[in-house]
């Protein structure tokens, strides 16, 4: 069943891959830009927590697909669900669930966002999104390109904080883990509006099968692409 607080609109739906390129309540004005443009401050882990942010990177290594339902939610009151496919390195697909006239995939080199109520399409770098974090080849937090900035553990449950380091202004994405054993169980992104948006995902299952034409896409005749 279909659940909708607000109806679930482009781009207000605030996809959470793309949340900091196209939300309106993104990146606006040079004060908030060069608010966030400082250099991020690094997170002062203790002993334990570099040992978990070490296995969580082993553990996201080892993850070469996914396949999950999932619910989406955000700080502005919007929900949607759908399912999502990924398979690393840098390929994703989103499929939303209807009213959201939504898709969302990643081919290994952009992020395609299909918009269609508008009968549009946008295509952005993936290193240009939050969660091309989680879609590279390797992830290390401990890359110079990755700023870990808070780590939480809470009902067996961490959280992870990162940011790019040399753009922070894409936004802050959190993942978020369950504990003994170890698996990806939801990620966050918030804006410099603090506004936030969270992806759960729901029944996981990791280590499918995926095809490759999942990750292929063809835009439809009578769309339009914009910049």
Do not use: C
């Amino acid at each position: 069943m279909v659940r909708h607080r607000h109806r679930v609109r482009v781009p207000a739906i605030a996809v959470a891959l793309m949340v900091m390129t196209f939300s309106p309540v993104g990146l606006t004005g040079p004060g908030i830009v060069s608010a966030w443009a400082q250099a991020p401050q690094p997170y002062l882990m203790t002993t334990q927590e570099a040992v978990q942010l070490k296995q969580a990177a082993a553990y996201l290594n080892s993850v070469g697909t996914m396949r999950s339902r999932f619910a989406q939610t955000s700080s502005t009151g919007n929900y949607a669900e759908g399912t999502v496919y990924m398979k690393r390195p840098g390929r994703l697909r989103i499929e939303y669930d209807p009213p959201a006239d939504v898709l969302v995939v990643a081919n290994g080199s952009s992020l395609i966002y299909e918009d269609g109520e508008l009968d549009q399409v946008s295509y952005i770098g993936l290193g240009d999104t939050p969660l091309g974090i989680l879609l590279r080849e390797s992830v290390e937090f401990t890359d110079p390109a990755i700023t870990v900035i808070g780590m939480r553990e809470a009902n067996g449950l961490l959280d992870i904080d990162m940011v790019e380091t040399d753009d922070p202004g894409q936004g802050t994405l959190t993942l978020r883990f369950a504990l003994n054993p170890m698996e990806l169980r939801q990620w966050k992104v918030r804006d410099a509006q603090n506004v936030e948006v969270v992806v759960t995902l729901l029944a996981a299952r990791f280590g499918v099968d995926l095809d490759d034409d999942l990750f292929f896409y063809a835009r439809p005749p009578g769309f339009s692409q914009t910049d």
